[in-house]
C-alpha cells in the first residue's frame, strides 16, 4: 500500500479560531507534515505557509464551494481530501447539504473523499420537537457523505452504529481515529517545581487536584460535588481548575464554601506551554464525564498524555479498551464515589505513581497521533499489521 503524499483537509474552524475539530486538525496536518506528506489546509482562516502546510482560505457557501473546487483543481488529480465534519462546523445552523453535495460531487470527479466523522447528526426527541428538522436534516448530510467517501474515520466506534444504517453496501469498515491531546507535552520541571510550590504542594498533606475541560452544564453538576468533598475538612488540598470555565466555576465552588477561597485556583485560558506545566502539577485529575470517558474527550487525554493520574467515569461511549486499563472508571452519576477514589488516592503516592504512568503509556498505545497516522497512511494499528473488521 502506498499512502498519499498530499492531503487536502477541510474543516471550519482552524487556529487561530478556538476550537477541538480545529486544533485537532491543526495537529494532524503538522503531524503528517513530520511523515514528509504536503499538506494543504481549507479553512476559514487567514492563508499562511509553514513546515509543508499550507492553509487556503475557504467559504463553505454556494460561491465558496465553487471556488474551492477551482483551486483544488490547479493541484494533481487524484486528490485525496479529508473532511472533517461535524454537522454544526460547516455553517447554515447545522444543514449545510450543499456541502455535502459538494464532497459528493468531488468524488464523482474522482477525488479520494475520506472523511472523519467527529459527530455524525443530533438525535430525534420529543422535548425539543423544533430540532427534529435538524436530527432529518442530519442524516441526509451524512447520508450523501457516505455515499461520497472511499473511507469513512470516526472518532469513536459508537459512530459506526449510528452511520452503517446510511452507509452504502460498497464502504468497507469505518476506522476508529481517536482524537489524541491536542496539548503537547513540555519538558520543564523547574516550572512545575515552581507552580507546585506557589501552589503549596510543597507543604506535607497538601495536594493539587486538577480537573481540565469547559465545565459545561452536564459536567459542572457531577464535577461540583465531588470537588467539595474531596477539599472538605480536614483536607487542604487546592483544586486546580483548567480551562475557559474554570474562573467561573471557582466562583461557584467559593459560593458553595467561602472557606475555599485560597484553595481554588483558575487560571482561565493559557497558552499550550503554560497549559502543559499546569498539567504537570497536579498530583491527581477528576474528569468525569455524563456518558463517559472516551477518545472524544480531548480533555481526558491531556491528562493521560502528561501522565497524570486520573479518576474518570464510565459510560455508554466509553471504549472497551478503558475497561482492560489501570484506570478507574467510577458511574458517571455518583460523585461521592469519585471523591472516596480520589481521596484514597491522594494517601497513596505508589499507586498514584503507578496510574500516572500506566495512563499514559495506555495513551500511548491507544490514543496518540501515531495510532491516527498509522491508519491514515498504512490502514492499519502498527505498520505492516491490516485492520481486521470491526477492529
Known amino acids: 500500500m502506498t499512502p498519499p503524499r498530499v492531503w487536502h483537509l477541510v474543516t471550519g474552524e482552524y ?40 492553509v487556503h482560505p475557504a467559504a ?20 485525496t481530501l479529508l473532511l472533517q465534519y461535524a454537522p454544526q462546523a460547516f455553517g447554515r445552523r447545522g444543514m449545510n447539504a450543499a456541502f455535502c453535495r459538494w464532497a459528493l460531487r468531488r468524488a464523482e470527479a474522482g477525488d479520494d473523499v475520506r472523511v472523519m466523522f467527529h459527530e455524525p447528526y443530533v438525535q430525534f ?11 432529518a436534516a442530519n442524516r441526509w448530510m451524512a447520508m450523501l457523505l457516505l455515499r461520497a467517501a472511499r473511507a469513512a474515520y470516526m472518532s469513536t466506534p459508537a459512530w459506526e452504529r449510528l452511520l452503517r444504517p446510511w452507509a452504502p453496501r460498497r464502504l468497507g469498515p469505518m476506522r ?20 507546585r510550590a506557589r501552589l503549596g504542594a510543597n507543604r506535607p498533606g497538601r495536594h493539587v487536584v486538577g480537573h481540565f475541560g469547559t465545565y459545561g452544564g452536564m459536567i459542572a453538576p457531577l464535577l461540583e460535588p465531588a470537588l467539595l468533598a474531596i477539599l472538605a475538612p480536614p483536607s487542604t488540598s487546592v483544586a486546580l481548575l483548567l480551562g475557559d470555565g474554570g474562573p467561573a ?33 497536579c498530583d491527581l485529575a477528576i474528569q468525569p464525564y455524563p456518558d463517559g470517558a472516551s477518545a472524544r474527550r480531548t480533555t ?10 486520573v479518576v474518570t467515569t464510565q ?41 500516572g504512568t500506566a495512563g499514559r503509556a495506555f495513551y500511548e498505545r491507544s490514543f496518540s497521533m501515531r495510532r491516527t497516522l498509522d491508519v491514515l497512511l498504512w490502514g492499519s494499528d502498527a505498520r505492516g499489521e491490516r485492520l481486521g473488521k470491526g477492529e
Open 125 to 135: 426527541g420529543i422535548r425539543r420537537p423544533q430540532r427534529n428538522v435538524l436530527a
Open 15 to 54: 487556529p487561530p479560531a478556538s476550537g477541538g475539530v480545529g486544533e485537532y486538525t491543526h495537529a494532524l496536518a503538522h503531524a503528517l507534515a513530520g511523515e514528509g506528506c504536503r499538506v494543504h489546509v481549507w479553512a476559514p482562516a487567514e492563508p499562511s505557509a509553514e513546515r509543508r502546510v499550507e
Open 176 to 195: 476508529w481515529l481517536p482524537i489524541p491531546s491536542t496539548v503537547p507535552r513540555v519538558d520543564d520541571p523547574e516550572g512545575v517545581a515552581v507552580l
Open 60 to 79: 463553505f457557501d454556494g460561491e465558496g464551494l465553487r471556488r474551492m473546487s477551482a483551486e483544488m483543481e490547479a493541484f494533481p488529480a487524484p486528490r
Open 300 to 309: 481526558v487525554m491531556a491528562m493521560l498524555s502528561h501522565g497524570v493520574p
Open 249 to 281: 466555576f471557582a466562583q461557584r465552588l467559593i459560593a458553595a464554601d467561602p472557606a475555599l477561597a485560597d484553595r481554588v485556583v483558575a487560571p482561565g485560558r493559557l497558552p499550550h506551554d503554560r497549559l502543559s506545566v499546569h498539567l504537570q502539577a
Open 315 to 355: 459510560g455508554r461511549f466509553t471504549e472497551p479498551e478503558w475497561r482492560a486499563a489501570e484506570i478507574p472508571l467510577l458511574p458517571a452519576g455518583d460523585a461521592s464515589a469519585l471523591a472516596s477514589e480520589a481521596l484514597d488516592l491522594l494517601d497513596d503516592a505508589p499507586r498514584r505513581r503507578a496510574l
